[in-house]
């Protein structure tokens, strides 16, 4: 079974600083798709970014961007110049392959909090 | 709009007592899954469904029932056999069925059950 684990409950990061969200999944698969979900206070889940676990070139949206390392099971999430409505939980989530509907396994998720 | 609609937001059960959780979509999208969400243990799932008629247990199924007569719904049903229920309970639907679609999970704004 897959499994995913976000190392760190809880982090702070000042506003438009850099933050780095780490993610490290186990599996023994070779094709998988890996995402980042933000769920703000609001509770509402919204997709922050997507991986292919074929492509090499690492994805990014706006300040969003990961990376991607393959070999060492790794999916870290850099946030730059972080905005005060990125305070939210971040959670890992792994899919095995979207042919079939797999369900995605999530991680804890981290806390994150902007501050001003 | 398009999107996934869950209800009750608030639910209050006293022990002992069945309640059922509704989620409908109108996103026409194959698949559907139930996440329970607790603090600290990010997304666990309990039920998804592939296709209408269909659904397979996820992790956490016991004290748990689904159904799935309508691709449009995939109501839950918390029974008394579930020990802990006070939970956030999170609906979502994806299309992936097909091979189409980016594996990307659509949300509901959950609800939340609390055991008197």
């Known amino acids: 079974a897959q499994t995913v684990t976000q190392s760190q409950p809880e982090m702070s990061v000042q506003e438009a600083e850099t933050v780095t969200l780490s993610c490290t999944y186990d599996t023994s698969e070779n094709n998988y798709y890996l995402f980042w979900y933000k769920q703000p206070p609001s509770r509402q889940m919204i997709l922050v970014i997507r991986q292919e676990a074929y492509k090499q070139q690492n994805a990014t949206e706006n300040r969003f961007s990961v990376n991607f390392q393959k070999a060492a099971k790794s999916f870290s999430l850099k946030i730059s110049d972080s905005q005060l409505g990125d305070t939210a939980m971040y959670f890992c989530a792994f899919m095995k392959t979207y042919v079939g509907n797999t369900p995605l396994v999530f991680g804890k998720g981290t806390r994150l909090s902007v501050i001003a | 709009d398009g999107g996934i609609t869950q209800s009750p937001k608030y639910l209050f059960r006293k022990e002992g007592q069945n309640v059922t959780l509704s989620c409908e979509q109108n996103?026409?999208?194959?698949?559907m899954y139930w996440y329970r969400q607790d603090p600290g243990q990010g997304l666990r799932l309990i039920y998804y469904?592939?296709?209408?008629?269909?659904?397979q247990k996820g992790d956490i199924a016991e004290g748990y029932s689904v159904s799935r007569e309508k691709k449009e719904s995939f109501p839950l049903t918390v029974t008394s056999a579930q020990k802990n229920p006070t939970a956030f309970y999170l609906c979502?639907?994806?299309?992936?069925?097909?091979?189409?679609?980016?594996?990307?999970?659509?949300f509901g704004e959950g609800s939340r059950l609390t055991v008197l």
């Open positions: 979502a639907s994806s299309d992936t069925g097909t091979g189409r679609g980016t594996g990307e999970l659509f």
């Open positions: 996103l026409n999208h194959d698949a």
């Open positions: 469904s592939q296709i209408v008629n269909d659904f």
